[in-house]
């Protein structure tokens, strides 16, 4: 079966930078994801278009199909009586922030007495993304995963 839209597809992927180094991959258990939906980075999805089990794609990603160009706006303070409680903040850490309907990790660049400087660019914004993907299945979605636009486990519709 071939990947098209509405289709789940199993894939074992390494992702790199551009200096090579390992970003993300998937682990033991391939990465499952519903073809067509935007469940997985716009360049990735459209190289494995038309792709079936067995197949072996390697593809570069430029931001714009990625995870986006790096946005300046996204720096911004927040007092530090809104982090998790007991938090000790330190340049470096991340936080998972709710900004509006959406959960963002907010990376601390700068601590000072009574707030924080957060980015909340994502850490692979502005960077091309090196994949390397071996395409394990490709199924039918059920019903449950069409009506929530994404995979769901084996025998599972939560
Ligand atoms: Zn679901």
Same mark, same amino acid.
């Given at each position: 079966m071939e990947i098209r839209r509405n289709k789940v597809v199993a894939i074992e992927y390494t992702l790199k930078d551009d200096q090579g180094t390992v970003v993300d991959r998937s682990g033991k258990t391939p990465l499952y994801y519903l073809h067509?939906? /935007?469940?997985?980075v716009t360049g990735l999805e459209e190289a494995l278009e038309g792709h079936k089990p067995g197949d072996s794609i390697e593809v570069s990603v430029p931001p714009e199909k990625g995870y986006g160009s790096y946005d300046p706006k996204l720096i911004s303070n927040m007092p530090i /009586?809104?982090?998790?409680?007991g938090s000790k903040p330190m340049k470096g850490q991340k936080y998972n922030i709710q900004m509006g309907n959406q959960t963002r990790t907010a990376t601390i660049t700068k601590v000072r007495i009574n707030d924080v400087e957060i980015d909340t660019n994502h850490?692979?914004?502005d960077k091309t993304l090196h994949f390397s993907v071996r395409v394990r299945q490709v199924r039918e979605a059920t019903k449950g995963e069409l009506e929530h636009r994404h995979a769901h486990a084996p025998h599972s519709d939560h």
């Amino acid at each position: 079966m071939e990947i098209r839209r509405n289709k789940v597809v199993a894939i074992e992927y390494t992702l790199k930078d551009d200096q090579g180094t390992v970003v993300d991959r998937s682990g033991k258990t391939p990465l499952y994801y519903l073809h067509g939906h /935007s469940n997985i980075v716009t360049g990735l999805e459209e190289a494995l278009e038309g792709h079936k089990p067995g197949d072996s794609i390697e593809v570069s990603v430029p931001p714009e199909k990625g995870y986006g160009s790096y946005d300046p706006k996204l720096i911004s303070n927040m007092p530090i /009586s809104r982090l998790p409680e007991g938090s000790k903040p330190m340049k470096g850490q991340k936080y998972n922030i709710q900004m509006g309907n959406q959960t963002r990790t907010a990376t601390i660049t700068k601590v000072r007495i009574n707030d924080v400087e957060i980015d909340t660019n994502h850490v692979l914004a502005d960077k091309t993304l090196h994949f390397s993907v071996r395409v394990r299945q490709v199924r039918e979605a059920t019903k449950g995963e069409l009506e929530h636009r994404h995979a769901h486990a084996p025998h599972s519709d939560h």
